[in-house]
């Protein structure tokens, strides 16, 4: 069984910026992509950043530049710095994460891949 917990959203003004982390609980695959997802009311739920065992990256063209997704393996944690937050960035995020992956598999931010999920933290960006 897994667990994903996620940590850090809140409330800031436009420009400001926000840390979330997630930690992963319970028996996983090593090799694994681990990924940023989230939503807001009446709205599918959109890939962020993903990022595979070998720190390969994926982004959404919306945050380009001024998010950074990183892991730490050993502690099985994976963190979205978000700067230069906009409006258009509130919704609430989920991390999420695979099961098993290949060798050179970047896995992306497909919803469909990603096999785990954590309950969400909310983000709210002020004018």
């Known amino acids: 069984q897994v667990q994903l917990v996620e940590s850090g959203g809140g409330s800031v003004q436009a420009g400001g910026s926000l840390r979330l982390s997630c930690i992963a609980y319970?028996?996983?695959?090593?090799?694994?992509?681990m990924g940023w997802f989230r939503q807001v009311p009446g709205k599918e739920r959109e890939g962020v950043a993903s990022i595979n065992y070998d720190g390969d990256i994926v982004y959404t063209d919306s945050v380009k530049g001024r998010f950074a997704i990183s892991k730490d393996s050993d502690k099985h944690t994976v963190t979205l710095q978000m700067n230069s937050l906009k409006p258009e960035d509130t919704a609430m995020y989920y991390c999420?994460?695979?099961?098993?992956?290949?060798?050179?598999?970047?896995?992306?931010?497909?919803?469909?891949?990603?096999?785990?999920w954590g309950q969400g933290t909310r983000v709210t960006v002020s004018s």
């Open positions: 319970g028996n996983f695959y090593t090799r694994r992509c």
């Open positions: 999420a994460m695979t099961g098993y992956i290949g060798s050179g598999d970047m896995c992306g931010i497909d919803l469909g891949r990603f096999a785990y």
